[in-house]
């Protein structure tokens, strides 16, 4: 099965709260990866985690990982408006370097 | 700096019929990567292509090819055209065959 699932779930929260989501792979990673993509429009890269990272910042986002359970988790805090968008994991696992594969991703509203 | 552009935006093909989508990479980057995105779903590689030599392949038939040329620019060739092919296509580059990706804002093909 593909490597990188986020759940598949859509996610509806108040501008300033926080928003969470994870991604679960299958096999051994050198890196993942997290995008958002704005209504069918191309991806923009958020934050690359190495395997041997257990936490990263970017901003307002917080990226962790767990290679023992073979998770990551993405969290925005204090999110806004802008922050709409579908998000999703992505990992070298499967074909290599960057040649990615993608989770369903995960469709988040932030309502002003 | 010209970020990856892709062209054209809006497609509509019918049925056993070609589809020639092209790519130019961002500056400095010799990489570039193609992937399909279904309606409500995650992007699937389709190929890569490193210094104009294919470099690495997802589950795609044969149909499916592609080219990338001395600049670095690429083309995504599909024929015979059947219905479950109707897609956005993403182009990707990076500035080698590691790290993030940068996207174009795709193109999006119906076909009919």
């Known amino acids: 099965s593909q490597q990188g699932e986020e759940d598949p779930q859509a996610l509806s929260i108040q501008e300033g709260e926080n928003a969470t989501m994870n991604c679960s792979y299958k096999?051994?990673?050198?890196?993942l990866q997290w995008y958002r993509q704005n209504s069918g429009r191309g991806l923009v890269h958020l934050i690359l985690?190495?395997?041997?990272?257990r936490e990263k910042h970017s901003g307002r986002l917080r990226v962790t990982l767990d290679t023992s359970k073979k998770s990551s988790s993405l969290l925005i805090t204090a999110s806004r408006a802008a922050d709409t968008a579908s998000y999703f994991c992505a990992t070298d696992a499967h074909y290599g370097n960057n040649r990615l594969a993608f989770g369903k991703g995960n469709q988040v509203v932030v309502i002003p | 700096e010209t970020g990856v552009t892709q062209s054209p935006t809006h497609l509509i093909k019918t049925r056993g019929q070609q589809v020639t989508l092209r790519c130019s990479s961002q500056?400095?980057?010799?990489?570039v990567s193609w992937y399909q995105q279904a309606l409500g779903q995650g992007p699937q590689f389709i190929f890569q292509y490193y210094r104009e030599e294919e470099n690495g392949r997802g589950n795609f038939p044969p149909r499916f090819s592609g080219l990338q040329f001395p600049n670095y620019s690429s083309e995504l060739n599909v024929n015979a055209l059947e219905l479950d092919d109707s897609a956005l296509y993403l182009c990707?580059?990076?500035?080698?065959?590691?790290?993030?990706?940068?996207f174009g804002e795709g193109s999006r093909l119906t076909v009919l």
């Open positions: 985690i190495r395997s041997n990272e």
């Open positions: 990707a580059s990076s500035p080698g065959n590691t790290g993030e990706l940068f």
């Open positions: 096999t051994s990673i050198n890196n």
């Open positions: 500056s400095g980057h010799n990489t």
